[in-house]
């Protein structure tokens, strides 16, 4: 990532993990923004995020620490935390401590993910993900994800959504996208037309774009096939992110893989200048580019003091 790139983790939710990647009973350890997390999943099913070391004597949570009932228990001197992060109990103590406390963080599950909110500043979410319309739709065949880590923050990946001409000269297009971009609060609406070849010659979509925080977005495709894709950007520090696309293509649909496929052809054409490009603060912009400095104009929300 450039070196001159001036912004912090931005502010906003992250997906740490898929929801079926975390069994009831299980503990997993997660490094992302900038930190190390726990996540856990309660015998009710619910899963939690917590700081990773224990208020104790600094023990890790994630190396040996269980589940037991709705409590995570310490794996060196069995203190138990409840989901609020209070300390319930300490199996050698008469009296637990009023400071005891595990730190937890505000977290959510939606869309098959676990997300947490995370604030530079501690304030409290300023948004909420929303339920992608038509997820749960019992006509999709079960998801395949991918996962890129890049060399560079959301920013630079989000100024894609703002940027059509780089279709052409990057991706192939025959033509620039006429892009429709909508800045919407915490949300940003994209309607792309799409044109694409096929045996029978080329047909005309659309591609229907939506981008909530810095952190996740979704994509309904309508061109030749039916298709739906999550995408979750989660930050590992301030020079490197992991990108994540889940894609949802019906029963049965011989095309939609072929679609896969090019989407994941195109990031693999645009992650090496992501990793590579430098950071101009004042761009030098000419009529024919997208709206870049809106964009960016968005992206302030998510810092503090932007």
Same mark, same amino acid.
């Given at each position: 990532?450039?070196?001159?790139f001036?912004?912090p ?6 997906a ?5 990647e975390?069994?009831?009973?299980q503990?997993?350890r997660?490094?992302a923004l900038?930190r190390e ?8 099913g619910d ?11 600094g023990a ?10 709705e409590?995570?228990?310490?794996p060196?001197?069995?203190w138990?935390f409840?989901?609020?992060?209070a300390c319930?109990? #300490? ?7 009023p @400071?005891?406390?595990l730190? =937890?963080f !505000?977290?959510?599950?939606?869309n $098959?993910?676990i997300f947490?909110?995370?604030h530079?500043?501690?304030a409290?979410p ?15 065949a079960?998801?395949v994800r991918?996962e890129?880590?890049?060399g560079?923050q959301?920013q630079e990946?989000?100024?894609n959504v703002?940027?059509?001409a780089?279709?052409r000269?990057v991706?192939?297009?025959?033509t620039?996208?006429e ?7 915490a949300?940003?609406h994209?309607?792309d ?5 096929t045996s029978?010659g080329?047909?005309?979509g659309?591609i ?6 810095p952190?996740f977005?979704?994509v309904?495709?309508d061109i ?5 894709? #999550? ?7 301030? @020079?490197?992110t992991?990108v =994540?696309? !889940?894609f949802?293509v019906?029963d $049965?649909d ?14 693999d054409?645009?992650?090496p200048i992501?990793n590579?490009?430098t950071y101009?603060?004042?761009?030098i912009?000419?009529?024919?580019d997208g709206p870049?400095?809106q964009?960016?104009?968005w ?8």
């Amino acid at each position: 990532m450039a070196e001159n790139f001036p912004h912090p983790i931005p502010n906003g939710w992250f997906a740490l993990m898929a929801d079926d990647e975390l069994e009831v009973g299980q503990v997993a350890r997660v490094e992302a923004l900038g930190r190390e997390f726990v996540v856990y999943r309660t015998a009710s099913g619910d899963a939690s995020i917590v700081a990773a070391f224990c208020p104790h004597l600094g023990a890790h949570l994630g190396f040996g620490g269980r589940v037991e009932g709705e409590a995570i228990v310490c794996p060196f001197h069995g203190w138990r935390f409840g989901r609020d992060g209070a300390c319930v109990e #300490i199996p050698y103590a008469r009296k637990v401590p009023p @400071k005891a406390r595990l730190k =937890r963080f !505000e977290s959510v599950s939606v869309n $098959g993910w676990i997300f947490v909110w995370h604030h530079a500043e501690g304030a409290p979410p300023s948004y909420r993900i929303p339920v992608v319309p038509g997820l749960d739709d019992p006509g999709w065949a079960p998801p395949v994800r991918f996962e890129w880590t890049i060399g560079a923050q959301f920013q630079e990946l989000f100024e894609n959504v703002c940027d059509p001409a780089h279709f052409r000269f990057v991706h192939g297009t025959e033509t620039i996208p006429e892009s429709e971009v909508r800045f919407e609060g915490a949300a940003v609406h994209s309607l792309d037309p799409a044109r694409m070849t096929t045996s029978k010659g080329a047909v005309q979509g659309m591609i229907d774009a939506h981008t909530i925080g810095p952190g996740f977005g979704y994509v309904r495709y309508d061109i030749v096939t039916d298709m739906l894709q #999550i995408t979750s950007s989660l930050p590992l520090d301030e @020079k490197r992110t992991i990108v =994540r696309h !889940e894609f949802h293509v019906r029963d $049965g649909d011989r095309v939609g893989p072929a679609l896969i496929r090019e989407i994941r052809s195109q990031m693999d054409q645009d992650i090496p200048i992501w990793n590579h490009k430098t950071y101009h603060a004042q761009p030098i912009l000419c009529d024919g580019d997208g709206p870049i400095a809106q964009g960016r104009k968005w992206m302030r929300q998510f810092y503090c003091g932007g």
